[in-house]
């Protein structure tokens, strides 16, 4: 994005802990205001989308945890972190997913001159979720695309061709918690504003997620359908019980 005026500057998010860890108070609404805050820095942001099984995952691991702790932005990213965040008393209004962040971007990328870059998931999965929310989005700048899969070998010249995109935005799809990894490791290298961890947006957004059978949808239980045919899935919901048992034990500590 092209910076004609001075950024505003911006007040400070609320955060609660949950687990020990920062989750920002806020809805979609303010979280993009807060990135496009950040857009006009022009200095680098790291967005973290958080569910319970990140959460969880923190409690083991010491570098997601400083991770976490350092980012600039924690969205509440499942019902999980907000049924958490309820027994604190702080009723958060909504989800602020990697899914909806990232389609919402591409929204206003047209009129607010965001250029995106889509990184993550298999071959020709980023490309065609590019080309659908160009379409659907006419004048959305995604201004580079690359798979997810690849080798040490290849990490150079998929930081420079990032930097040569000039992107504002950097939507890193690799998995948690690769993609939160990656972008500290990067964040200094690729001359971009945001840096968010999206997991498996860019399959939702190119079409490539099958919708659950009609029986499923109408009985509200399309998210069992999609932990019973992803194996990632079910290996994320048995985290879920350790969450529970945390958070009612010391929500907060
Ligand atoms: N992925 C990737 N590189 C890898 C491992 C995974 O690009 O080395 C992609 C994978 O194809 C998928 C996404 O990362 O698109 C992970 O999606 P998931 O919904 O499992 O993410 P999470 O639940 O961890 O947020």
Known sequence: ???????????????????????HALDMTAALDAMDGFVRTGTPHHIVTADASMLVMAQDDAELRAIIAQADLVTPDSVGVLWAAKRLGHALPERVSGVEIVEQLCARSASKNYRLYFFGASAGIAEQAAARMQAKYPGAHIVGTRSGFFTDGDVPAIVADIRASRADVVCVALGIPKQEKWIAAHKYELGASVLIGVGGTLDVLSGNTRRAPRLFQAARLEWLWRVLTNPRKLSKVKLLPRFVRLVRQNPSF
């Open 1 to 23: 994005m092209t910076q004609t005026t001075a950024p505003p500057p911006t007040a400070p998010i609320p955060a609660l802990a949950i687990l020990g860890l920062p989750v």
